[in-house]
């Protein structure tokens, strides 16, 4: 069964940069389109970027796009998004998840799985 731990988060100032990382286990990931998700408080539940299968397509979410980069590397089992010029407003727990067989990748989907626990990333001065 895939599995999926994140980790990489921290503490960040604004305009700072971050790389946070998913290891996926039980599965490869070759076959998935993996996500990256975000939770702050107060706010709501966003799809941040996700990459396809074959890693031909990527789409990030307006709020951080030309700052964030997702990619990944399914012989090492990982995906990592790595995050440029940071702002509070990016402050949350970020997850990643996996759709299965999505040969692009659609983060409106209700079927995402695999989550992991998430790692938190605070940017603040």
């Known amino acids: 069964q895939l599995q999926f731990l994140e980790s990489g988060g921290g503490l960040v100032q604004p305009g700072g940069s971050l790389k946070i990382s998913c290891v996926a286990s039980g599965a490869t990931l070759d076959t998935y389109a993996i996500g990256w998700f975000r939770q702050a408080p107060g706010k709501e539940h966003e799809g941040v970027s996700c990459?396809?299968?074959?890693?031909?397509?990527?789409y990030s979410a307006d709020s951080v796009k030309g700052r964030f980069t997702i990619s990944r590397d399914n012989a090492k089992s990982t995906v990592s998004l790595q995050m440029y010029r940071l702002e509070p407003d990016d402050t949350a727990v970020y997850y990643c998840?996996?759709?299965?067989?999505?040969?692009?990748?659609?983060?409106?989907?209700?079927?995402?799985?695999?989550w992991g626990p998430g790692t938190q990333v605070t940017v603040s001065s």
């Open positions: 998840a996996a759709v299965f067989g999505d040969r692009l990748c659609d983060m409106t989907r209700l079927d995402y799985s695999a």
């Open positions: 990459v396809s299968r074959r890693d031909g397509y990527q």
